[in-house]
C-alpha cells in the first residue's frame, strides 16, 4: 500500500521518561486515521515528532511519500503539507487575527517586508467564508484573545486549512467546544476525505472519532496497542476494549492476546 | 462580499466605527501624549523663564538621547518578555573597545567600528546566555553588567580617557554637533525610532518578535525561530548601548570608565511608561520615545520648580512601579 506517512521504530524519551517506545505507524493517502489512548499515552509526542517539532531518538526513521526525512523541522514539514490543530490551538492572544493565521509564514517579499494588506484581505475573506464570522465587531485588527472557544478553533482550523495541506492533523479538536461547534467540527474532518486529502484525529472521545475515520489506532504508554479498520469492530466492541486496556495494558482477552 | 456593496449608504456610520476603532487601537499613546503635554504644561506654569526659553529644550534634545536610543532596542527585548539590565556597562565597554583600538592604530575610525562591534558581540553575549543556556535574563545581565564593568575597570585601570582627536572626524559632527537648532543625537534618535517602528511593523522580524513574547510555545509550534529573534534583539541593546556610550563620551570629549552607571532607572522608566508590557507580546516604539522625553523632563523641571532634586529618583521609580502595576491590573482585567 502506498503510505503518505509512516513511522519506522520511532521512539522518543524526555531525561528518564520514555513518550514512545519503537513506534510504528503510518497514514495511507486519502486516509482518516484516529489516535485513540489515554492522557500520556504519546498521542501528542507523537504529532509532535511528525511535525518536526521534537527530533526521534536515533534509529528511528520519518517517511513521507517513500522518501526518507532527515533533521525534520517544522517549517520542512510545513512545506512538505503537514498541518496541525494544535489541542492549546497554538494561538497568541493579544496578536491580530491575520497575524495568527500568518504565524510563523507571514506573507512578505524576499526582504521580509511583510504584505500587510494582502494578509487583511485573506484574513477577511477567510473570515467570511470559512470561519464563518459574521459579527462586524470582529475584523482582522481583532486580537484572538478576546474570541470564544470555538471561534478559536475556527481560527485555527481555518489556518491549517488555509495552507492546503495534504496531511491534517486535529490534536483533541473538539475539547472545549461546546455541541453544535462539535458538529461543526466533526464536518470538517467529513470534508478533509471528500477533498482527497489524509488526516490524523486524535481525541479521547471515541464518539466523536469513530464515526467519522477509517481506521483506528490505539496508543498505550507509548506503544502501539491495537490497530482496526472500521468495519472490523462495532464502536461497543472498541469501546470494551479501550476500558481494558486502561486497565490492563492490553487491548484483547488474555487468551486471544496478540 | 455583498453587504459591503450593499452598504455603502452607511458609510457614515462604518466611518464613525473606525474613528472609536482607531481611538481603542491608539488609546495607550494619545493617553501618553497627553500626559506629557500635561507634565509639560505644569512646569510651565510654575516655571516660565526656564520653560519659555530654548536653552532647556536644547539640552533635552541632546542628553534624552543618551538614553533614548538605548531604550529603543530595549522595547524589543521586553516585547521578547526578557530583559536587559547589562546596558550601562555595555556603553562603558563599547567606548573601552574604542579607546584600546585607537591607542593601538590611531585610527577613530577603525575605533568607532570597534565600539559597536565590541556592543554587539556584548549583546550576543547576553542572548546566547538567555537562549541557548536558559539562564533567566534577569540573572544573566545582572552577571554580565558586572562583568563587562569589570573588564573596563581592568583595561582603563580605572582611569579616564581624553577623546579630543574624534573632533578632527567627520565623526563629530555627525554625532553631536548640530542641524539649525536641532542636535544630532535627537535626530539619530528620531532616525533610530523610525528605523526600529518599521522594522516592528512592517517586517517579519518585528511579527515574531511580537509573537515569541506573547506566546513562546505557540510561536515555536507554527515554525517561529523564537531562539534567533531573541537572540537579535539583545543584539541591537547591545550595539545600541556601544553607539549611546559613543555619543556620551564624544559631547563629554572624555571617556569615564564609570560611563552608563546613571542611566539605568530612566532607561526601563521609559520602555515601561511607554506602555511596553513586562508580560511580553505588546509595546510600541512610539511610547518608549515619548515616553523618554517625558522622564527626561521631569529631572529639570522639578529643579526649576524649586523642589529638591532627591525628588526625581522618587518619581523615577514610582514611575516603573505604578505603571507595571497598571499593566498587571489591565492584563488580568482583559483575560
Redesign the interface.
Known sequence: MDHLLQLKNVSKTFGEVTALHHVNFEVGSNEIVGLLGDNGAGKSTLVKII?G?HPPDSGGEIYWKSKKMDNL???MA?DMGIE?V?Q????????SLW?NIF????L?NRW???D?GGMTRETQKLM?TAMGFTS?AV?P?SSV??FSGGERQGVAITRALYFEAELIILDEPTMGLSLTETKKCLEFVDGIKAAGKSCIFIDHNIFHVYPVVDRIVVLDRGTIAGMYMKNELSMDELLERLYRVARTGNLEDNGKAA | MNSIVEGKPLSPVTKTRSFTRFLRRWSLQIALTLVGILIWTFFLWRSPITFKSYAIYNSLMLTTPFFALVAIPLTLVIIVKEMDLSFTSVMAWGVAAYSITFRVTQNVWLGFLACLLAGLLAGLLNGLIVVRLGVPSLVATIGTQFLWRGVVLVVTNGQGVGMSEVKSTILYPLLVGKIGPIPMPFIWTIVFGLIAWFFLNRHKFGAHVYLTGDNVESARLMGVNTGRTKILTFALVGLMAAFSGFVVSEQLLFFWPTLGDGYLLNTLASVFLGGTSVFGGTGTIFGTVVAAFIIALINPGIVASGWMAYWTQLIYGFIIVASVALQAVLRRKFS
Do not use: F
Open positions: 511535525t517539532y523541522s517544522v517549517p510545513r496541525v494544535y492549546e490551538r497554538a494561538l497568541a492572544d493579544q496578536q497575524r504565524m510563523g509564514r507571514e512578505s521580509g517586508l511583510l500587510i467570511n462586524s475584523s485588527e484573545g478576546t
